[in-house]
């Protein structure tokens, strides 16, 4: 069982930066994939980043590709989203996710934290 739990949302200004922070817990959590997805109200939940705590290269959805950053801190156990020159477009739930086997945009990852509600004032 692996735990992920999500913080640092909140309301930000359109072209703000805002980071978001994802402690995970629980057994073997080192060997699995983490992400960043994110659903805004009435839409399906979207893909935005991925990497192993083995390192290796991250992965980015096509929207945010050059403006996101994912990375881990293995000491916090903890992985971290710098989101900058946030839209308002970009306001939704960002939830964590870990899974055991892919770094892929699906969404049939193994464990999700709660979210946290990221808003993006115009």
């Known amino acids: 069982q692996v735990r992920v739990e999500e913080s640092g949302g909140g309301l930000v200004q359109a072209g703000g930066s805002l980071r978001l922070s994802c402690t995970a817990s629980?057994?073997?959590?080192?060997?699995?994939?983490m992400a960043w997805f994110r659903q805004a109200s009435g839409k399906e939940r979207e893909f935005v980043a991925s990497i192993r705590w083995s390192g290796g290269s991250p992965r980015y959805g096509d929207s945010v590709q050059g403006r996101f950053s994912i990375s881990r801190a293995l000491a916090q156990n903890r992985v971290f989203l710098q989101m900058n020159n946030l839209k308002p477009e970009e306001t939704a739930v960002y939830y964590c996710?870990?899974?055991?086997?892919?770094?892929?945009?699906?969404?049939?990852?193994?464990?999700w934290g709660q979210g946290t509600q990221v808003t993006v004032a115009s």
């Open positions: 996710a870990a899974d055991s086997g892919h770094l892929g945009a699906s969404t049939d990852y193994d464990y």
């Open positions: 629980g057994r073997n959590f080192r060997a699995y994939a």
